[in-house]
């Protein structure tokens, strides 16, 4: 069965710290552009960090210095270490695997190709 299962999510002070994971199962990580999105209530889905080809990555604005997106293809999983956690970064974290590299990675990917996304997991920040 194709899936990603997120885990890692939970409650965390301003300042804190977290780690994300994502387990992929029925395809292999690095056969796509994994990357990480949120959506925050009331707000759309935007792109967090990403694997843009080439082993490089990118990261929006918002949580570059703060955030590491990385891979471990042995253990077939996606990982996403948050620091210096702000209550604006509240929302459910998705991991997707993508066909292309996902727009985090410049303005020439504007589209959104996912095979396949996770079903969220829950980032709470209090002040």
């Known amino acids: 069965q194709v899936q990603l299962v997120e885990s890692g999510g939970g409650s965390v002070q301003a300042g804190g710290s977290l780690t994300l994971s994502c387990a992929a199962s029925?395809?292999?990580?690095?056969?796509?552009?994994m990357g990480w999105f949120r959506q925050a209530p009331g707000k759309e889905r935007e792109g967090v960090a990403g694997f843009c080809g080439g082993g490089g990555t990118a990261y929006a604005d918002a949580v570059k210095g703060r955030f590491t997106i990385s891979q471990d293809n042995v253990k077939n999983t996606l990982l996403l270490q948050m620091n210096s956690l702000q209550p604006e970064d509240t929302a459910t974290y998705y991991c997707?695997?993508?066909?292309?590299?996902?727009?985090?990675?410049?303005?020439?990917?504007?589209?959104?190709?996912?095979?396949?996304w996770g079903q969220g997991t829950l980032v709470t920040v209090s002040s």
């Open positions: 997707a695997a993508l066909i292309t590299p996902g727009p985090v990675c410049g303005s020439r990917y504007a589209g959104l190709n996912v095979a396949v």
């Open positions: 029925g395809f292999t990580v690095n056969a796509y552009f």
